[in-house]
DNA sequence: GCATGCCGTGCGGTAATACCGAACGAAAGA
DNA sequence: TCTTTCGTTCGGTATTACCGCACGGCATGC
């Protein structure tokens, strides 16, 4: 084996394939995986996952849940997390203004911060009542399909939104998603007018956001706050009111965070 | 090597090497820790060290934060935490009970489930401008100290509690602690009597609880809910109002578990 | 009742590996 | 300027994790 590896010469390939597998029960469905399962996903013998499902068992990543047994994720990663996000400034901060927006609009309000122009979502507050929206915190998106994500392009120069629009090459995901970089900066530029970002059925059928970016001290965009809804209960006055209330709470963000608004941006 | 070791044949060594790096993190203040606490902390070389932590930073379960660099939790425990808590049944049933009981108290509300008589709490609702508990999610805590927990013990038989109160020896955590098991039994048996426990700075100076169990269809105990307080805010009248709104939350998730709610019990 | 898969569990042998030690450039402190 | 400490990199080797194989249990099908 003389060709390079993806893997850096530095990874502990052990540790890596016990990652591969959590990822995989964490896409599996929500009863968990077996044994036989896990071996012919990860590609080695049986074995030599139920080694590593023990382990995972015995660390409390994973619990075995009868009969079968299938496995699914375990209180550690629980744990974990909840730690991993409270120690995320940007979560404790906008936390009270999260619950307020709830209250406000009855609708789902998530909060996102940027990685190299792509919105991670970091939390989310859903509204007592309202449709529940099963959208993943912690994970990289793509910038064109959410309402958050053309906010954070909005607050970025077109040359830099046309690099990250190359780098993820508009990937459709229903009949309205945004597939071109044309169409993608005209609908920024009105989103920089307007003050606020629209995804109207971009990312999922039936499902409208708006969202709003704020900024920090250097004047660069940390994040935004999106509204999520179904279509049918929002007709237009109600968007231009959800795009006020975002857009003033995400100005209270970056007014906490120490920054500066943008002028004529979102 | 001929002696047996804690750990078991199939355990993958490096695997839990990495899981303990994770905990030590956990643990660790938020600023994150360097490359040679790790090695000191995990008695392995900095090369080695190194390594581990490079594959972790790869699967963005560590971050490098600049300068330092310091490593702290990744998004991809924030993203696995998510799916585990989601995945649990009792917390898509408890939340809008959570919330609601956190606007009509004002307090932080928990929710836990019962691991061998032991409560793990698995979620919280911080009331909005309310003082804010570094709680744990996703730990097995000590059942004699928090009033979720004695709310448990009051679910079960006497023997039972003895049981696990020599299990875990009732370890003292404040002046205030129950540490004797003639006394946690005499606690028990009024919360039994008064429909809901309480934890009266018994596990954190000033602080105080309200706690009050849920059943499932069996009959058998499934978990608590309880209402935490800073104690100069809350005078008996207050106390005896949050006990019948904790219990009266319970008994709805009693109800939404298809469970019966026992006679004179917590 | 018997055969037949399938699953989870255990055990050697060996090829793959993760670890140690040493060394280097850079940055911070004396 | 000198010293210390940090993160990083690179061979060599002892450790190891994996594969193949076999067994017991549990359903399913004939």
Redesign the pocket.
């Known amino acids: 084996?003389t060709d390079e590896d993806p893997v850096s010469?530095?990874?502990?390939?052990?540790v890596a394939?016990a990652f591969r597998l959590l990822s995989m029960v964490a896409e599996a469905p929500a009863e968990g995986v077996?044994?036989?399962?896990v071996s012919q996903h990860m590609?080695?013998?049986?074995?030599?996952?139920?080694?590593?499902?023990?382990t995972l068992l015995d660390a409390d990543y994973l619990y075995a849940r009868e009969p079968?047994?299938?496995y699914c994720l375990g209180t550690a990663l629980v744990w974990l997390g909840d730690i991993a996000s409270r120690r995320l400034p940007l979560r404790d901060i906008t936390a009270p203004i999260l619950a307020r927006l709830s209250q406000q609009t009855g609708l789902t309000i998530r909060v996102a911060r940027v990685d190299d122009g792509h919105p991670v979502f970091i939390n989310r507050v859903d509204a007592v009542g309202a449709v529940r929206f099963h959208t993943p915190l912690g994970v990289r998106e793509l910038p064109h399909t959410s309402a958050a994500g053309k906010a954070i392009l909005a607050a970025l120069p077109d040359a830099e939104v046309e690099r990250i629009a190359a780098e993820c090459g508009l990937p459709r995901r229903t009949r309205k998603t945004i597939t071109e970089v044309p169409a993608l900066l005209a609908d920024i530029t009105v989103a920089r007018r307007r003050g606020y970002a629209i995804d109207d059925e971009e990312d999922f059928e039936g499902v409208f956001c708006v969202a709003a970016a704020f900024f920090d001290h250097d004047g660069g965009c940390a994040g935004a706050l999106s509204a999520t809804g179904i279509k049918v209960d929002l007709p237009a006055w109600r968007i231009e009111e959800l795009g006020r209330m975002v857009r003033a709470g995400a100005d209270e963000v970056t007014g906490l965070l120490g920054g500066r608004p943008r002028d004529r941006e979102v």
């Open positions: 084996m010469r530095y990874t502990v390939r052990s394939k077996t044994l036989s399962e590609g080695m013998s049986k074995s030599a996952a139920y080694g590593l499902v023990r079968g047994p299938r």
